[in-house]
């Protein structure tokens, strides 16, 4: 599975060292980031975002192209101005180049389940998936199933689940959202932990097994910082889990009533 994103082109212009956006590991790049890049989703912006990434990739075929961060989290209240662009501009390429098998599929990859409603309700272009970053997890999930997942379910558009581990707290970290984790948070994970341990189940395992187990979820993105993390991955995905301990977490109301579990 080959897949890019478009929404941020890469420009020629050096940016000064001193304002290089570096972020808390030291950046993509090991001397941090020398061109400048821009938010941009205009049509002219995505075909060339798609022809650069063509280039570096040496192919002519993507397997799935993700419209990227076009969100309130990133761009405040100019958010549905930013969307509109996309809506006109980056979805109307992407489904061209679908239709012309450049692309295998399109969506949107965010972290706020917003514009995808927004998304699902245009009678076209309709994406062929969604990446739904940290909002189908154990810890947040609720809203989701409000009106995203039965809608999703209902088009036959699929959803890949990002950050199954919420940052990272699921999953033995002190990250909650990208920021150091709320007590309410560590201790609502401690809970979950807890219950865990009484049914002989990792939380690895709980964390993924439920970001998979609704009917719209066709892939899940734990994102491995190194090889051995992979392992553990494939290995918490073929653990079982006892019915016991969904029933349990239900019970504690730590998951929704009505939220779909895998079942033995």
Same mark, same amino acid.
């Given at each position: 599975?080959?897949?890019?994103? @478009?929404?941020r082109?890469?420009?020629? $212009?050096?940016?000064?060292?001193?304002?290089?956006?570096? #972020?808390?590991?030291?950046?993509?790049?090991?001397?941090?980031?020398?061109?400048k890049?821009?938010d941009?989703?205009?049509?002219?912006?995505?075909?060339?975002?798609? $022809?650069d990434?063509?280039?570096?990739?040496?192919?002519?075929r993507?397997?799935?192209?993700?419209? &990227?961060? @076009?969100?309130?989290?990133?761009?405040?209240?100019?958010?549905l101005?930013?969307?509109?662009?996309?809506?006109?501009?980056?979805?109307?390429v992407?489904?061209?180049?679908?239709?012309? %098998?450049?692309?295998k599929?399109? #969506?949107?990859g965010?972290n706020?389940?917003e514009?995808? $409603?927004?998304?699902?309700?245009?009678?076209?272009? *309709?994406?062929?998936?969604?990446?739904?970053? %940290?909002?189908?997890?154990?810890?947040? &999930?609720?809203?989701?199933?409000?009106r995203?997942?039965?809608d999703?379910?209902?088009? %036959?558009?699929?959803?890949?689940?990002? #950050?199954?581990?919420?940052? #990272?707290?699921?999953?033995?970290?002190? &990250?909650?959202?990208?920021q150091?984790?709320?007590?309410?948070?560590?201790?609502?994970?401690?809970?979950?932990?807890?219950?865990?341990?009484?049914h002989?189940v990792?939380?690895?395992?709980?964390?993924?097994?439920f970001?998979?187990?609704?009917?719209?979820?066709?892939?899940v993105?734990?994102?491995a910082?190194?090889?051995?993390?992979?392992?553990?991955?494939t290995?918490?995905?073929?653990?079982?889990v006892?019915?016991?301990?969904?029933a349990?977490?239900?019970?504690? *109301?730590?998951?929704?009533?009505?939220?779909p579990?895998?079942? @033995?």
């Open positions: 599975m080959l897949s890019t994103k @478009v929404g082109i890469v420009l020629d $212009e050096i940016q000064d060292p001193a304002a290089r956006d570096l #972020g808390e590991k030291g950046g993509l790049f090991e001397h941090g980031r020398p061109n890049m821009i941009v989703y205009t049509a002219d912006a995505t075909l060339r975002s798609i $022809e990434s063509l280039k570096r990739l040496r192919t002519d993507l397997d799935i192209v993700w419209v &990227h961060d @076009v969100a309130q989290d990133f761009h405040g209240d100019q958010w101005d930013v969307f509109e662009s996309a809506r006109t501009g980056a979805f109307r992407l489904q061209r180049l679908r239709d012309e %098998g450049v692309i599929a399109w #969506g949107l965010v706020r389940v514009p995808i $409603e927004l998304t699902l309700d245009l009678d076209e272009p *309709q994406p062929d998936a969604f990446l739904l970053a %940290g909002r189908y997890t154990l810890l947040d &999930h609720r809203r989701a199933l409000q995203l997942l039965p999703a379910t209902e088009r %036959g558009v699929d959803m890949v689940v990002g #950050g199954p581990y919420s940052s #990272g707290v699921l999953a033995g970290g002190l &990250h909650f959202e990208y150091k984790a709320p007590a309410e948070i560590v201790a609502r994970v401690e809970r979950i932990k807890n219950l865990a341990a009484e002989g990792s939380i690895k395992a709980a964390a993924l097994q970001a998979l187990a609704h009917p719209a979820a066709a892939a993105i734990p994102g910082t190194r090889p051995s993390r992979i392992a553990e991955d290995a918490a995905l073929a653990e079982e006892p019915a016991a301990f969904w349990a977490l239900r019970a504690e *109301q730590l998951i929704a009533a009505d939220a579990v895998p079942t @033995v």
